[in-house]
């Protein structure tokens, strides 16, 4: 009896002390999910056609949530690379010879082909930490960094989010920024932009007297507004805005000399002793500045059960490229524990205006800036895909999807010259997207 | 500029008038509150997509921060 006494004053005291220092007022008022962690993990298979680029990605997503809606997510990305892209060089009637990034030695392309180096190989490793947590009742804070290592390239970054909700939680008005420092370290050294393309072994110390690596910067700001519709209809739109600057180039990319009549590389001589290119190449360059605007737009409605996910985006660059984007997912549940969920993606964009499919060897002086890039060049592309998704025994998601993504180049024929009008000058590219998912936790 | 003043006014527009008028009620959001309702709805394939897309075209972004981080060849 004198025990119990004892502990109902004690209690009695405690509460009465919080009650007067206000604590219990401290105390979250709505109800909290358990903290613990949950896994997202995937394995993805993309492969390209033409025995281009294919890649095996492992990714993870592990978030640990804690009380109060804080929320802590680590990522880790492992790819191993294989096969490259073409290499900018136009398919030619005869054999090409090129040299290998490397500087030590060569590969040959035969007749009608574009030129590849398939000797690529990369493995990236890529990880990232993320926090983010209410501040006070209607702010919501993100900070982030993330870092990703190759072979020739080294990313590090910071990222930075900043939420409020207005009208009872029904808009939230975002800003944020992400700042990123890259290195680049290219096999081979750094190539000087608009010189031919080297012999091997053109210089005594290994790199032809190249810088061995180069670094550029980008800064993103984002400025986002979210917006409830009705019970149905959620809708977001963000404005972006994305500043490179430093060594934009593609140390592997060329450009090929043409001949000004008939549109075929310009042979190179052939000195006895050495071994190099059999036509006349170009590194590329691109200006060292890139200022790129975005404006997208989300929307989420729900139809009876089934979800439909559209989104378009439009870009503008002072390289000149402009492109559209449209996205449509529909989630279509079949009874209560599975989904199909078709997606189609278009995409559209102009040229940068220093993009040309090759230089033309006239005597004239080379532009300040070329890049026969396949990426810079006016195409479309579409991906069309479908996603299947169930909840497994245990309660966990567990997801397949395929896509097939095809881009096609559309060259302005006042570009081609002689030849060039009868045969492919832009790598058209076919791939296929694997991926299972599996979320687990908690 | 036009973009930015176009922006800006979105913001405000947004934020003063349209908006407040709009929305539901906090019992309201039974089917927002799905998980298929979320704007991002899988964290791993939103991210796959905006890795191949940076890798592959000329534009990033949009729906978030620029992405990248790779040599993509």
């Known amino acids: 009896m004198k025990n119990t006494d004892k502990i109902s004053i004690t209690a009695a005291l405690t509460a009465a002390t919080c009650t007067l220092l206000g604590t219990t007022a401290l105390q979250p008022v709505q109800a909290q999910e358990e903290p613990g962690w949950d896994f997202n993990t995937s394995l993805l298979y993309y492969a390209e056609s033409d025995d281009r ?11 640990r949530t804690f009380v109060d809606d804080r929320i802590l997510s680590l990522g880790l990305t492992v790819d191993a690379l294989t096969g490259a892209t073409p290499n900018g060089a136009l398919p030619q009637s005869f054999p090409q010879t090129f040299t290998k990034p490397s500087g030590k030695n060569t590969f040959t392309t035969p007749p009608g082909e574009f030129p590849i180096d398939d000797s690529f190989r990369d493995t990236r490793v890529a990880i990232s930490a993320d926090w983010e947590q209410p501040l006070g009742r209607l702010y919501a804070m993100n900070v982030g960094v993330s870092a990703s290592a190759e072979y020739d390239y080294l990313h590090l970054g910071v990222n930075a989010k900043l939420s409020r909700d207005f009208n009872n939680r029904n808009t939230t008005l975002s800003g944020g920024f992400a700042f990123a420092s890259d290195q680049l370290d290219p096999v081979g050294g750094v190539p000087d932009p608009l010189t031919q393309m080297r012999n091997v072994r053109d210089d005594d110390d290994g790199n032809g007297g190249r810088a061995s690596n180069d670094s550029k910067e980008i800064l993103d700001l984002v400025l986002g507004i979210t917006q409830v519709m009705s019970r ?28 000004p009549i008939t549109g075929e590389a310009v042979p190179v001589p052939q000195i006895p002793g050495t071994e190099g290119p059999s036509h006349l190449n170009y590194y590329e360059n691109r200006p060292d500045t890139r200022s790129k605007h975005s404006l997208y737009t989300q929307g989420k409605y729900y139809m009876n059960g089934k979800v439909l996910d559209a989104s378009y985006r439009y870009m503008t660059d002072d390289w000149e490229i402009d492109s559209h984007t449209i996205d449509m997912r529909l989630r279509w549940p079949i009874g209560d524990d ?35 890039d396949y990426r810079l060049a006016d195409f479309d592309a579409i991906t069309a895909g479908l996603k ?28 081609l010259i002689g ?3 009868d045969q492919d000058v832009y790598p058209d590219m076919d791939a296929i997207i694997f991926q299972y998912s599996y979320m687990f936790g908690k | 500029m036009i973009i930015s003043r176009f922006v800006a006014v979105l913001l405000a527009l947004g934020i003063l008038s349209g908006c407040s008028s709009m929305g539901v009620e906090p019992w309201e959001r039974d089917v927002l509150a799905k998980e298929e309702m ?3 709805t899988d964290a791993i394939e939103a991210a796959t997509d905006d890795h191949i897309y940076f890798s592959k075209e000329a534009s990033s972004g949009g729906r978030g921060f620029g992405g990248g981080g790779c040599g993509c060849n």
């Open chain 1, 53 to 63: 680029v294919q890649d095996l990605s492992l990714k993870t997503l592990s978030r």
């Open chain 1, 338 to 372: 599975k989904y199909l969920e078709p997606h189609l993606r278009f995409y559209t964009q102009t040229a940068a205006e220093f993009y040309q499919i090759s230089l033309v060897d006239d005597g004239q002086p080379l532009p300040e800036y070329a890049s026969a």
């Open chain 2, 38 to 40: 979320q704007l991002t």
């Open chain 1, 232 to 259: 149905n209809f959620l809708m977001q739109f963000n404005y972006s805005y994305s500043d490179s600057s430093g060594y934009l180039n593609d140390p592997y990319k060329i450009l090929t000399s043409v001949d």
């Open chain 1, 388 to 415: 299947f998704g169930w909840k497994t025994g245990g309660g966990n998601d567990m997801s397949v999807r395929l896509e097939l993504y095809s881009q096609s180049g559309n060259v302005s024929p006042s570009q």
């Open chain 1, 419 to 421: 030849s060039q009008a």
